[in-house]
């Protein structure tokens, strides 16, 4: 059984570049949400994907945007790519939106904006 | 604001000896609240959960307990091992009538076990 899979792993972009990053949830699930984790710092929710919409928005600007896909695979995009968008980004799966379900995360793609 | 704070930030200990990680938030609404282990590098790996009528919860040899009146959490370890070297992350579900909401994580606390 395949638990969440992201890629890629590394990713080192330009400032002002465009950037997008992908997730496959474990099987079964049907709910996305993307974390940003800076370093030594905690994740920070970005946002979450069910049905193909987003449902759930954290404090990030209108360049970080995603999409959900009838398989429910999800991409992270950022526009316009800043010094301070380096971090850990994470997807995390979970079945449905109760806040009762595990999320469970994938490793991570590791950006590094130049 | 919600926010979840975690102490202490850092921590050593030696193989074999017990510890215990805190937690206090302010987060409404509450949903529930889960301890977290991750590794350097990899994501995430779920260790408890609790909602708020249960006050302690234990996995193998961590221990979790939540006083939802003080708004405090504690994971206790056990008989630490070198593999129980990672961060501790305490994060609080919100929920917004029944969904998903808002995960607010702590910044965690970095364990250490030597040797």
């Known amino acids: 059984d395949a638990g969440v899979t992201q890629s890629p792993t590394h990713l080192i972009k330009t400032r002002g570049q465009q950037v997008t990053l992908r997730c496959s949830p474990k099987s079964g699930h049907d709910t996305v949400s993307w974390y940003q984790q800076a370093l030594g710092q905690g994740p920070q929710f970005i946002f979450q994907y069910y049905e193909e919409e987003e449902r759930q928005r954290g404090n990030f600007p209108d360049r970080f945007s995603g999409h959900q896909f009838p398989n429910y695979s999800s991409e992270l995009n950022v526009n316009a790519l800043l010094l301070g968008d380096s971090a850990l980004y994470l997807c995390?799966?979970?079945?449905?939106?109760?806040?009762?379900?595990?999320?469970?995360f994938g490793p991570g793609t590791r950006l590094t904006v130049l | 604001k919600n926010q979840v704070e975690q102490s202490p930030q850092s921590l050593i200990i030696l193989e074999g000896k017990n510890c215990t990680l805190q937690c206090n938030y302010t987060v409404s609404p509450f949903s529930n609240l889960r301890w977290y282990k991750q590794d350097t590098g990899r994501g995430p790996v779920s260790l408890t959960i609790?909602?708020?009528?249960?006050n302690t919860k234990s996995n193998g040899r961590y221990t979790a307990t939540l006083d939802a009146d003080t708004k405090q959490s504690s994971l206790h370890i056990t008989a630490s091992q070198l593999s129980d070297s990672a961060s501790y992350i305490c994060?609080?579900?919100?929920?917004?009538?029944?969904?998903?909401?808002?995960?607010?994580f702590g910044k965690g606390t970095k364990l250490s076990v030597k040797p």
């Open positions: 609790m909602t708020f009528s249960e």
């Open positions: 995390a799966s979970s079945l449905g939106v109760s806040p009762y379900n595990e999320q469970f």
């Open positions: 994060v609080v579900s919100m929920n917004y009538g029944g969904s998903q909401g808002n995960l607010i």
